[in-house]
């Protein structure tokens, strides 16, 4: 199991990023997938969770109406659609996925086994 994230970068406040998780020795389609970000002194802290089935989408409320989380399963990818960034969205990027198929979203990075290795989003003027 490997996932990938990647498409980070500085952009200025307003500004918009896709971050990018390829997957990789699962088939995306079976799991939950989620994004979570960590900023320097914080925890790590949920962004967005997409289902299982697709059916529903998860979002942090300070998050909501600006992210925009999808799967792309045929190139077993998922993107995350970042737009009208703000200064405190500044934080490195995870994707996690749990262990067991069957296992839902859920907001503790705490109950995901399986991480990509971050991808750093600067929003600075």
């Known amino acids: 199991v490997q996932l990938q994230a990647s498409g980070g970068g500085l952009v200025q406040p307003g500004g918009s990023l896709r971050l990018s998780c390829a997957a990789s020795?699962?088939?995306?389609?079976?799991?939950?997938i989620a994004w979570f970000r960590q900023a320097p002194g914080k925890e790590r802290e949920g962004v967005s969770c997409?289902?299982?089935?697709?059916?529903?989408?998860y979002y942090a409320d300070s998050v909501k109406g600006r992210f925009t989380f999808s799967r792309d399963n045929a190139r077993n990818t998922l993107y995350l659609q970042m737009n009208s960034l703000k200064p405190e969205d500044t934080a490195v990027y995870y994707c996690?996925?749990?262990?067991?198929?069957?296992?839902?979203?859920?907001?503790?990075?705490?109950?995901?086994?399986?991480w990509g290795q971050g991808t750093q989003v600067t929003v600075s003027s």
């Open positions: 997409i289902s299982r089935s697709d059916d529903i989408t």
């Open positions: 996690a996925r749990r262990f067991a198929s069957g296992s839902g979203c859920h907001r503790s990075a705490s109950v995901y086994n399986y």
């Open positions: 020795g699962f088939t995306l389609d079976d799991y939950a």
